[in-house]
């Protein structure tokens, strides 16, 4: 009998970080990244949000969702999507939702991103061929961080726990480990606006 809920086979389908680092490659990124960087700081509504690396943690069961709890994301049955302290966290360069997190004030109750927001992400790409826009979008902005700290993501697919810690750059194992989220900031060298990325996620 099939599923009546198609979102756990189309989160499933997502690519997997590495899947996605390989078309949002280094190319990619010296490409993309200082257009991206100049849309975000020249439109306000994007203050909220940070650019993702669409992509997915763990393969969901009929009727799950990843549902953030603080640093810790799980699947969880659909029905909790609908509490009042939980919202959307990460939407896909269409506006498709694709994980949750539970905040604790009212003050974290941050809107999704309007469809004008996300046309204008997507028209950021209009020149692209290489379909880059499928594997990009937007998330809420994690906490900020020094310069020589990131938040670094690994997965425990035996309890299917996606987990978040911040460590130093110098500390993060380069083997199997990917951008996976950006911010614009002021680059003191230079003094330009560039994308600086604050997480990376271990492939295991």
Known sequence: MSSLDPFPSWYNSLPTVEQASEIFDDEAR??????IAAAMVKHE???PYALTLVHHHIELE?????????????PEDVKRTQAPN???????????IFEWQRVVAKS??????????????RNIFQEDESG???????????EAVALEEVWWESTDKTLREHMVERKRRLDVE?????????????D???MEVVMMCCGVCKWH
């Open 174 to 186: 380069s083997t199997k480990t990917f951008q996976t989220c950006w911010v614009p900031q002021l």
């Open 62 to 74: 009929d009727p799950e969702r990843m549902i953030a709890t603080g640093p810790i994301t799980r």
């Open 86 to 96: 939980v919202i959307p966290s990460s939407w896909d360069s269409q506006g498709n």
């Open 108 to 121: 974290d109750l941050v809107p999704p991103p309007s469809e004008s927001l996300l046309q204008n992400f």
């Open 132 to 142: 880059v826009v499928k594997v990009l979008g937007l998330v809420l902005k994690p």
């Open 30 to 35: 010296k490409t993309w990244l200082p257009q």
């Open 45 to 47: 509504e994007y203050k």
């Open 188 to 190: 003191p060298a230079t």
